[in-house]
């Protein structure tokens, strides 16, 4: 298991990549700085613009997007992925791996990014603080379980995934309300009110323990997907 | 086939869309070396993915040992499998990708093996330099090292010798005939008919997915032997070289061509390689060409397929 995480590692973390991770994870917290130079904006508009529009609907996914979907997609494109089907393990031994892998790797931008960005908007704030960093490394881990299984899935992923998170994540889920309950964004903001309800005491989420069994399925049905598919697929 | 067959293919079909790629295939593989042989486009690669299990059927049934290949991961520690793809992690080392190989397939004494695979491809001078750095023969044999590692008793092989210098082909086949010899179970897929004949004990000939023959390769080869060639030839007196050679037993129909060429149809190569020279000596004819129309592979396979 620790070879195919290893080789995940090597395998996604090209120069490039990490250059426009590092971009984009500086994003939030400029505009953070940004916002704090006017009028300071409350915690709803902050939440609105920033945490949801921003960090969990675009910068969390498309850093996401850029890590997990290749972490298959890559392999299949190379045809390299019968090296590791045709090795005696379970199925689960390789997908497993290549996940944590993906979410090692971008989880400490998205973890850094929102770390600051609330730290900077909540001005020191320890427990918002933290509460927004754990619900944004959950967002990453649910759409890396996501994207990992795109990946798998079809050759055109990152396409794929760009389209699922402007129109899905950024297009319906802000304006149609039914579509938070099947939002990997709204998950993660509800987990961040779940975790500080004093300073994100607004808003209509489930409860945090409700809240917590949808994160925990969303990332583990995917997975489970991912293993099925590679159990079921016609390998290149 | 003698002993116990080691890989069994019962009624194996495989379509994609309309498009059948394998037609209800069925044959037995014991140890030695089997070629899979066919032209281009023909099914090998399909039929071998599924012989691994990557691929699934859509009918039939491919066992390894009796147990069934597809979705049965423990069974890979008995088999050696190598993709036509030459695609390799161009960032590793030839070591650190046998090595990868070897932990993922769960070899105990590791560092030993890798050298034990690296020495039988004879690639150990150029073990420590990445991947992306190699020649298309020494990715192809760093990925044979990668296949053996972990000693595997079968050995799925599709066009392995793809990319190869004569050299390299040398010592490969020499290595493979030292496995059979071993004990192993090779099948080796190739549309190169000369490479199946130096290698292989048995043959399985695929044709537009379907198996046009199997067998030993000298009941193959006389098969191949005894079918209608069409020959050209040109020389200075197409009309008095037509007339001698359609009296010949070898020859079937003679016409010449309006550009003056003698067209020959014979089922006996062999026999009008020899009769053509003595024909124009005698009758003082001059010889300038003499070339086969049809020796393509695809033509020798379309002939076995139609019988």
Request: aromatic share 0%; no cysteine.
């Given at each position: 298991m620790s070879s195919v995480y290893r080789l995940t590692l090597r395998q996604l973390t090209g120069r490039w990549r990490i250059l426009i991770m590092t971009v984009l994870a500086a994003m939030p917290v400029a505009i953070a700085l940004l916002m704090l130079q006017g009028s300071a904006p409350s915690v709803r508009e902050f939440e609105t613009f920033v945490l949801s529009a921003m960090l969990a609907g675009s910068i969390a996914p498309l850093v996401v997007l850029a890590i997990a979907a290749p972490a298959f997609a890559n392999e299949i494109e190379d045809r390299t992925l019968a090296n590791l089907v045709l090795a005696p393990i379970a199925r689960s031994q390789i997908a497993v791996p290549k996940l944590l892998a993906a979410i090692t790797i971008a989880a400490p931008f998205i973890a850094v990014s929102a770390f600051a960005t609330s730290y900077v908007a909540f001005l020191g704030d320890m427990t918002a603080t933290m509460a927004v960093t754990i619900g944004a490394v959950a967002g990453v881990a649910m759409y890396a379980s996501a994207f990992i299984w795109l990946g798998l899935v079809t050759t055109q992923a990152i396409g794929f995934g760009l389209l699922y998170i402007v129109v899905w994540e950024g297009l319906f889920s802000g304006y149609v309300a039914g579509v938070r309950l099947l939002s990997i964004r709204h998950f993660s903001i509800a987990l961040i009110h779940g975790l500080d309800e004093r300073r994100f005491a607004f808003g209509n989420h489930p409860s945090f323990a409700v809240i917590l069994v949808i994160s925990v399925v969303v990332f583990g049905g995917f997975l489970w997907l991912s293993i099925r598919r590679l159990r079921q697929m016609d390998v290149p | 086939m003698s002993g116990a067959p080691v890989i069994r293919v019962d009624g194996v079909s495989r379509w994609f869309g309309s498009v059948v790629?394998?037609?209800d295939v069925t044959f037995d593989i014991a140890p030695g070396i089997t070629g899979l042989l066919g032209p281009n486009g023909a099914g090998k690669t399909t039929l071998l993915r599924m012989m691994t299990g990557l691929a699934a059927t859509s009918t039939g049934t491919v066992t390894m040992f009796g147990e069934p290949v597809r979705d049965n991961p423990p069974l890979y520690r008995r088999i050696g499998v190598m993709s036509e793809h030459e695609t390799v992690y161009g960032f590793m080392t030839g070591r650190q990708f046998v090595r990868t190989m070897g932990r993922l397939r769960g070899v105990s004494d590791l560092e030993k093996a890798v050298d034990r695979a690296i020495d039988l491809v004879d690639l150990a001078h150029a073990q420590h330099r990445t991947m992306e750095t190699y020649s298309r023969g020494m990715r192809q044999r760093i990925r044979l090292a990668g296949t053996l590692v972990h000693d595997p008793e079968v050995l799925l092989l599709d066009e392995p010798l793809n990319g190869a210098d004569p050299l390299q082909r040398v010592h490969f086949k020499r290595l493979l005939l030292q496995l059979a010899a071993a004990g192993r179970t090779i099948v080796l897929s190739s549309h190169i008919l000369e490479e199946v004949e130096e290698l292989a004990e048995t043959v399985l000939l695929i044709v537009n997915g379907k198996l046009a023959a199997s067998g030993g390769f000298r009941a193959i080869r006389a098969a191949l032997n005894q079918r209608p060639y069409h020959v050209r030839v040109i020389c200075d007196a197409p009309r008095a070289l037509a007339a001698s050679v359609?009296?010949?037993?070898?020859?079937d129909a003679v016409h010449v061509d309006p550009d003056g060429a003698v067209v020959v149809l014979s089922r006996n190569v062999l026999d009008l390689q020899l009769e053509l020279p003595r024909l124009a000596k005698s009758g003082g004819i001059s010889l300038r060409r003499v070339e086969p129309l049809d020796d393509s592979l695809e033509s020798v396979f379309g002939y076995l397929v139609e019988r």
């Open positions: - | 790629a394998v037609s359609v009296r010949l037993g070898a020859v």
